[in-house]
């Protein structure tokens, strides 16, 4: 069966965010000021899997093993067919 995962994946509270200071930094030079910004990276991905359970399994290694650091990266996976 096909699945959609959709996993998104942060910064963890006290990590530094660069970019996320950046685009607040220039919103407030375009009239936009901001209290507080957080990047986050969200990826579909359409993949196989043998039933829910299995395509929940195969997102979270996923994320483990590639689309995460888990000393800095916080992620949440939705899947859906």
Known sequence: MMFLA????????????????AI???????GFPTDDIKTERVFLIRFDAADHR?????ARGMCERLLANPVI?????????
């Open 73 to 81: 990266h916080h992620y949440e996976i939705e899947v859906r067919r």
């Open 24 to 30: 607040s930094h220039a919103l407030g030079n375009l």
């Open 6 to 21: 959709t996993i998104t994946i942060g910064l963890k509270e006290g990590m530094l965010d660069p970019e996320a200071k």
């Open 54 to 58: 299995d395509a929940e399994e195969k």
